[in-house]
């Protein structure tokens, strides 16, 4: 496949333990398991592709300053980010989830300004000014179903999947905010100086998923 080298980044987790497969199907096999190791840079099967393993949300800012030439992010971290210099080359149809205002079933009725915990804040700035509603955010970094149980916040905007996380804690879905699933993401200067090694790839990808790879 390349003789140009490749680096590919990644997160450990739902994306790395979903991305194998696509990776397996295109002959990248990662020589360490990133649950186990302590090396964030992967060496493959292949001589010229190397995977590096960051926190989901530093993956579009490596590639964007072409520390990694790809990437393999959520559409929650993309939006996040704001896409700057990356292009999304596949929606690689995995770690889906939704992103959404959950909260207490009434939280939506407060009059006024409405407390958001999220990490998500621009996300959730950029949805509830569209709504044309005042918020007040409250930036949090993890465990975001706590705020509204502690009176921190009004609702959060999270991503959520089986929605068990949610109501295991007295609450509930509210308002959907956008379809998620990890997109492959490309720099300006590796769509243009190793457009035959991705495009390739691209498209053994692509044939992949639109027969229906198994999720
Ligand atoms: P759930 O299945 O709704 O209980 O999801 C549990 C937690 O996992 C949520 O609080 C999310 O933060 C996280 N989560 C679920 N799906 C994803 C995903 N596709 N990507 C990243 N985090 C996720």
């Not at 302590?38 to 010229?48: S, V």
């Not at 929650?76 to 889906?96: T, Y």
């Not at 692509?206 to 198994?214: F, H, I, K, S």
């Amino acid at each position: 496949m390349a003789n140009q080298n490749i680096i590919i980044a990644l997160s450990k987790g739902r994306i790395f333990k979903d991305t194998l497969p696509l990776l397996a199907h295109v002959g990248i096999i990662p020589q360490d398991d990133p649950e186990t190791t302590r090396k964030l840079i992967l060496d493959t099967n292949h001589p010229h592709i190397k995977l590096l393993i960051l926190r989901a949300s530093d993956v579009p800012t490596y590639v964007q300053y072409g520390a990694a030439d790809l990437g393999v992010a959520g559409k929650d971290v993309l939006m996040e980010h704001g896409g700057e210099g990356l292009f999304e080359l596949l929606d690689l149809n995995i770690a889906r989830c939704r992103l959404m205002v959950a909260g207490r079933p009434d939280a939506m009725l407060k009059a006024g300004r409405l407390r958001v915990a999220t990490k998500y804040t621009h996300s959730a700035e950029c949805y509830f000014a569209e709504q044309g509603r005042q918020i007040e955010l409250i930036k949090l970094y993890g465990s975001m179903e706590l705020a509204p149980l502690v009176d921190l916040a009004d609702c959060i905007v999270d991503v959520v999947d089986t929605g068990n996380t949610l109501r295991a804690n007295g609450l509930e879905p509210l308002l959907p905010i956008a379809d998620i699933s990890s997109r492959l993401i490309v720099n300006r200067a590796a769509q243009k100086l190793k457009h035959h090694v991705i495009a390739d790839l691209v498209k053994q990808l692509d044939r992949y998923l639109q027969a229906g790879a198994p999720q």
